[in-house]
């Protein structure tokens, strides 16, 4: 791959992968840390609700080793402002919480859009216009994430190529996929992970992600989440793929464990037998709810 390729989950709190994931007895307060020597990047939902402090993000990117990047999901408020002088303040709010505390380890901002916004150029260009490319020296990466509908034209890529961001790959039947090939990066967020699968998804869909992936990284930097539907399963999928792909995570220096854990087998979670006891369900009655 000509340009790096990182892999992760959103968060690292959840109470089912205390089954799935992270090892018996491992205290909450290690989580992180074993977290980010099992996988390449993280998104940190929790910024979409709530402001942190320099001090947090600090403790982030101290707590994870060399190389591990964190993608931060812009406040609700910031994406849904109408003027121009509204957009910058609350731009510059979400921006001047900390978040460069972070340094190298800060990866792609994520400004995810209402549903029921749909693409205008005017108002698109007005929003492109006050994202900076840097802070505090910093230089930083921007990708839109947006659920309605008029975004698939020349204008909205092109906007975008103009003021240096990008659009969020989403993978999920309700939202639109968009690739914008026009950026030095791209993210993808992957949402339909099942929970009949051992890894959240067969093993031709994690070698149809690796293929992905792979083709985008010729170009481009590239950051793959597993987000949201059956969420138990998303940090196994995140470890299949980074096998698949051949990736190994920054290191296991410092590490809650000594033992290395091992990607999943991709196979069915339950025998055939069990199966007939208890059909699969729909896929939409499997996901969890979407962020």
Known sequence: MAHPVRVGVGGWSFEPWDETFYPAGLSKAKQLSYMSRKMTALEVNATYYSSFKPDTFAKWAETAPDGFVFSLKAHRFSTVRKTKEDMKKSVDLFL?????????????????????????????????????????RL????????????????????????????????????????????????VAR?????????????????????????????????????????????????????DKLGISPP??????????????????????AAKKAAPKAPAKAAAKKKK
């Open 96 to 136: 001047g919480q900390g978040i460069t505390a972070l340094k190298d380890k800060l990866g792609p901002i994520n400004w995810q859009f209402p549903g029921t916004r749909k693409f205008d150029a005017d108002y698109f260009n007005t929003f492109l216009s006050v994202l900076p490319k840097e802070k505090d």
């Open 139 to 186: 230089p930083l990466r921007h990708a839109l994430e947006v659920r309605g509908s008029g975004f698939d034209v020349p204008e909205f890529y092109d906007l975008l190529t103009k003021h240096g961001a990008t659009v969020v790959y989403a993978e999920d039947d309700a939202f639109p996929k968009l690739r914008h090939e026009g950026s030095s990066f791209a």
């Open 190 to 242: 992957l949402m339909q992970s099942q929970s009949d699968e051992a890894a959240g998804y067969s093993a031709a869909e994690i070698g149809r992600f690796a293929k992905l992936v792979t083709n985008w990284s010729r170009n481009q930097d590239v950051f793959v989440f597993f987000i949201s539907g059956a969420k138990e399963r998303n940090p196994a999928a995140a470890m299949a793929l980074q």
């Open 251 to 272: 290191d296991e220096v410092g590490a809650p464990v000594a033992t290395k854990a091992k990607p999943p087998q991709l196979k069915a979670a339950a025998p055939k």
